[in-house]
C-alpha cells in the first residue's frame, strides 16, 4: 500500500527563521515519483517541485531546498530566512507507476511565519 | 491562459438534490482528475480520466459520477447529494498519463461544497 506521512500538523516560526517541513512515504514499488505541493490562504494549489526514485539529488531554488532520502524514504522540504508569504499549507504527495495512476497526498503542514 | 477553470466557486445545497460540478482546462491535457480535501485528511482521488471516454475510480468515488465526453471538461456529478459530502473540491489536469509518469498538475481554484 501506498502511505504519505505529514506528522508536522501545524508549525509557527518568526521570520527568517528556517523551518524544515517533514515528508515520509511508503511504497514497495521501485519507480515513484514524490511531489510538494504548496496551498496559500487563497486557497489554490500551486506546484513546487517533483522528484522521481532514481534521482537522490538535492535541490535547491532560491530559499527552497528539497532532500530526497530513500534510505528513510524521506522528502523533506526545507525554507531558509522565512518570509510571511511562506505562510501556506504545504502537500507532499506520491504517484506509484503501478498504481492505477492514483496519487496520494499527505494530510498537509500548516505554516505561519509570523512577522 | 492556460488555466484549470472549475465552476461554482461556492455552492451550498440540500439533501438529494442533483448537482453537477464543471471542470475545464484549455491545455490540451489528456490526464484530469477530481479532488476532496477535508479537514486533517489532506487530498483524496475521487475519480480520474486519461483521455475521452476513459475514467475510473480513486480512492473515494462513492456518491460521485463523473464523464469525460470531450477532452477538456471533466465534470462532477453528485446525483443525490449528502451531508458527508460537504468539502472543498479540487479539478486538476495534467499532459500524458498523469502522476503517475510524473506529471504535475495542474489545478483550479477549487468549489466549496456545503450540503444541508
Known amino acids: 500500500a501506498q502511505k504519505v506521512t505529514q506528522a508536522q500538523t501545524e508549525i509557527s516560526v518568526v521570520e527568517k527563521e528556517d523551518v524544515t517541513l517533514d515528508c515520509v512515504y511508503e511504497t514497495r514499488d521501485t519507480t515513484y515519483y514524490l511531489f510538494w505541493y504548496k496551498q496559500p490562504p487563497s486557497g489554490e494549489l500551486v506546484f513546487l517541485i517533483r522528484r522521481n526514485s532514481f534521482d537522490e539529488q538535492n535541490e535547491i531554488s532560491g530559499r527552497y531546498s528539497w532532500n530526497f532520502q530513500k534510505s528513510t524514504s524521506s522528502f523533506n522540504f526545507t525554507i531558509t530566512a522565512s518570509q510571511v508569504v511562506d505562510s501556506a499549507v504545504y502537500f507532499c504527495a506520491l504517484s506509484v507507476l503501478n498504481t492505477g495512476n492514483q496519487f496520494y497526498f499527505g494530510t498537509g503542514t500548516s505554516l505561519t511565519v509570523i512577522p | 491562459e492556460a488555466q484549470v477553470t472549475q465552476n461554482p466557486r461556492y455552492l451550498i445545497t440540500v439533501t438529494g438534490k442533483k448537482l453537477t460540478v464543471t471542470c475545464s482546462q484549455n491545455?490540451?491535457?489528456?490526464?484530469m482528475s477530481w479532488y476532496r480535501q477535508d479537514p486533517g485528511l489532506g487530498l483524496r482521488q475521487i475519480y480520474y480520466?486519461?483521455?475521452?471516454?476513459?475514467?475510473d475510480k480513486g480512492d473515494v468515488p462513492e456518491g460521485y459520477k463523473v464523464s469525460r465526453k470531450e477532452k477538456r471538461n471533466f465534470p462532477l456529478i453528485l446525483e443525490s447529494p449528502s451531508p458527508n459530502q460537504t468539502s472543498l473540491y479540487f479539478c486538476?489536469?495534467?499532459f500524458g498519463r498523469g502522476p503517475t509518469e510524473g506529471e504535475k498538475l495542474f489545478f483550479g481554484s477549487g468549489t466549496q461544497l456545503s450540503v444541508l
Open positions: 486538476a489536469s495534467s
Open positions: 491545455m490540451n491535457h489528456e490526464y
Open positions: 480520466s486519461m483521455n475521452v471516454e476513459v475514467t
